[in-house]
């Protein structure tokens, strides 16, 4: 039998390919040590040479770079800076600290034109422009927290409509007026939701942080199509299975993953007995094919999703308000905080503007080319999942192969991050000291606990504020080491602030998208995996025809890696092939391989029986 070693996987990280960029980032290297106040005339010489290379560019990142002198560290000036630039909304108790990120006042003027054409882009966008050019689509996501935006009394009725019968719906479900057929509880007390991508991050997050410790119905997600994972969250479920409501969430309705995960519990279904139509649900657009599915095998529930949201702008509609509101969350507060984000953030004043100001930091702290990544750390454990939440919404969304007038520029900002203080003990080590790629978004949560549960665990000390204390520890210890930071502050996690937060990052990142002149709503490369993946399972059917064949002439006969790949007429894809018969021989199927796996010259492979029926399929 094939043995297993070796395996392993690897994610390419994004880097830029702006050679201006580079060449500036390292220009901005040497300078960073010097004190923009006590060395203006330094940084004007400098800034004069390197102008004068870039006006042939017209780059604005360059122009910026040029103009920089080093991070503000004299205390006084430094806090001026902080209290003139602090964003505060207070209807939503909501502030944005940009001081540590080092931009300049010429920086600011010169990306000034560009804002405005964000802004109006922003504001056709909003009125049902095609934001979404090569799919033709509009984006309509600011939509959904206030109908009245949207640009017919259609889509208004639509957006209405939906929100109320995911507000009955989940009530029914509640209340156990809508009730599994078969089970001990007489009502559901278990969510399974099955979806991928933007059909899960939202919802995993917002459970993450805002369901209550025991909500109504408790949520489990399946997110991909690793059969262990989908096993584990069955048996987790156990006999609760009769009481468990599945949904099924996927805008196209097509996603590979989503559908193997959708047959894995049906089958759990069946073998536990169950009616999997009488506790199903469905999210997807109208007619796609788990609409149809649902529909013909007579699911509890379907709600749509419009062709103008995007999967990844996606969680104010059905897809993360439906399990929101059945784990008890208040989903109007929700929309509200976000509808309150999207007032702020259509402010066409940059200041006064909270995602414009995001963007302007982005924009600095990378180069305008992505050349830092951007690490997200929530102080407070119920905000874990932002980061990876954010990771698709900004990294599908900016990592762009060609900007919108065809040039490659390969965009994208790289996020990553988890918690603090629990990152501490991990990596902020690098950051503070090591290879200098990045920048840090702070979220600061005011409120420690609910009023009336804290204590001191030493004299005048909660354990909350050692939690502050490592926040604002952190903070002054990267930038004392010249590693810039933004810092938003909420006063608690609230549907409302959480709402909020997400408005204010979609936006930011169509601001983001406009400045730097791509789209920010298709997701091309995605594709290209998908494809190739498709191609893989197709060459793994030819394989196996092979195999059947040459059993079914000889079942003594077994062939070398190469001979299979003549065969298949794919010799160039003799590596997948290995690959190939290297998974399947792991898995126990028919086929089987003798030699070792590490030496792939050495592998013969046959089936185990002739298949006849395959033979002439
Ligand atoms: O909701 P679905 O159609 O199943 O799509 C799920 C995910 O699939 C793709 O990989 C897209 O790149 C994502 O943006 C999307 O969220």
Redesign the pocket.
């Known amino acids: 039998m094939a043995s297993l070693s070796g395996l392993c996987s690897s994610f390419p990280s994004l880097k830029p390919n702006n050679k201006i960029g580079a060449e500036l980032s390292s220009f901005r290297k040497d300078s960073l040590a010097v004190s923009s106040r006590s060395n203006s005339s330094f940084k004007h010489s400098v800034a004069r040479e390197v102008s004068a290379d870039l006006s042939k560019t017209n780059d604005v990142a360059g122009l910026k770079k040029a103009k920089q002198g080093g991070l503000e560290k004299d205390p006084k000036a430094l806090w001026r800076r902080y209290v003139d630039w602090l964003y505060q909304h207070k209807e939503l108790g909501l502030y944005l600290d940009v001081s540590r990120i080092g931009f300049s006042d010429e920086f600011v003027s010169e990306m000034e034109p560009r804002f405005q054409a964000a802004f109006k882009a922003m504001q056709e966008l909003e009125r049902g422009a095609v934001a979404n050019p090569d799919e033709g689509r509009m984006v309509g996501h600011y939509w959904l927290r206030n109908a009245k935006l949207a640009p017919n009394p259609f889509l208004q009725v639509q957006i209405d409509k939906t929100l109320a019968a995911i507000c009955d719906f989940a009530d029914s479900v509640i209340s156990g007026k809508i009730k599994p057929p078969s089970s001990r509880e007489g009502r559901f007390t278990q969510i399974l939701s099955v ?5 899960a991050l939202g919802p995993q997050f917002v459970a993450e942080a805002l369901a209550p410790d025991n909500p109504p119905l408790k949520i489990r997600f399946i997110d991909n199509t690793d059969p262990a994972g989908i096993d584990h969250q069955i048996a987790q479920l156990g006999p609760e299975l009769a009481s468990t409501l599945v949904i099924v ?7 590979p993953e ?1 559908r193997n995960g959708l047959l894995e519990v049906q089958k759990a279904f069946r073998e536990a007995g169950l009616d999997f139509a009488k506790q199903g649900v469905a999210i ?1 657009q109208e007619n796609s094919l788990l609409d149809n599915t649902a529909r013909i095998e007579g699911w509890v529930a379907r709600f749509p ?1 419009f062709d103008w949201v ?3 702008t ?1 969680e104010m509609s059905a897809v993360g308000l439906l399990p929101a509101a059945l784990q008890g969350v208040d989903i109007r507060e929700m929309l509200v905080g976000a509808s309150m984000m999207d007032e702020a953030t259509r402010s066409t004043v940059l200041r006064k503007n909270p995602a414009a100001l995001l963007a302007l930091c982005w924009y600095w702290a990378t180069d305008g080319i992505g050349s830092k990544d951007m690490v997200v750390l929530p102080y407070k454990d119920s905000l874990l999942l932002f980061s990876r939440y954010l990771q ?1 919404l900004v990294m ?1 969304s900016l990592g762009k192969e060609f900007d919108l007038d065809g040039n490659r520029v390969n965009q994208g900002i790289s996020v990553y991050g988890n918690k603090g203080s629990t990152d501490q003990h991990a990596y902020i080590q690098q950051l503070r000291e090591g290879v200098h790629n990045f920048f840090v978004t702070f979220i600061e949560v005011l409120r420690d606990r609910p009023p009336g549960h804290d204590w001191e665990l030493e004299p005048g000390v909660t354990c909350g504020d050692y939690l502050f204390g490592m926040l604002q520890g952190t903070r002054s210890a990267l930038y004392a080491n010249n590693r810039e930071s933004i810092t938003v502050t909420v006063q608690e996690v609230t549907p409302r602030s959480v709402g909020a937060l997400i408005a204010l990052y979609e936006r930011a990142v169509g601001i983001y998208a406009s400045l730097v002149n791509i789209n920010a709503y298709h ?1 091309p490369g ?1 594709e290209a995996g ?1 494809k190739a993946a498709g191609e893989v399972l197709a060459l793994q059917k030819r394989v196996l025809a092979v195999l059947n064949e040459a059993s079914c002439e000889d079942p003594a006969e077994s062939l070398t890696l190469q001979e299979i790949a003549d065969r298949c007429h794919a010799p160039d894809d003799i590596e997948m092939i290995y690959k190939i018969i290297e998974h399947m021989a792991a898995n126990d199927r028919a086929l089987i391989a003798e030699g070792d796996c590490g030496s792939p010259y050495s592998l013969k492979v046959f089936l185990g029986e002739c298949n006849v029926d395959e033979l002439y399929a």
Not at 249 to 255: H, P
């Open positions: 979806g991928i991508g933007g059909s969430i996927s805008k196209s309705g097509g996603t989503t997807t999703m995007g999967g990844r996606s698709q599908e997701q995605v998908k």
